[in-house]
């Protein structure tokens, strides 16, 4: 991402949790870094109760401050919006 300024990156596959679940310090300097670049887009609708195993992973880097209320809100939903230019 260092190297293609034009490159995003989708955190909503498995893979994505999967990468940033196992060393949540490093989580938080990726997201940190490339916020601007990373979303976290849900295309199914969800039966009642379904919980997002990145969900849960990125509201513990929130709540254990390794990213900030600005970053969670960037990957989760102002990103797409600037993306998709619907603001």
């Known amino acids: 991402m260092r190297k293609y300024p ?18 949540l310090d490093y ?9 601007d670049r990373l979303l976290f887009g849900l295309d ?12 849960e992973t990125m509201r513990a880097l929130l709540r254990t401050r390794r990213i900030t209320p600005a970053i969670y809100r960037k990957v989760c939903r102002e ?7 619907l603001d």
């Open 6 to 23: 034009n490159l995003y990156g989708d955190l909503s596959a498995g893979s994505g949790n999967n990468a940033l679940a196992r060393d």
């Open 27 to 35: 989580a938080g300097k990726f997201l940190t870094e490339f916020q």
């Open 44 to 55: 199914i609708c969800a039966p009642e109760g379904f919980i997002s195993p990145l969900g």
């Open 79 to 85: 990103n797409h919006i600037r993306l998709l230019g």
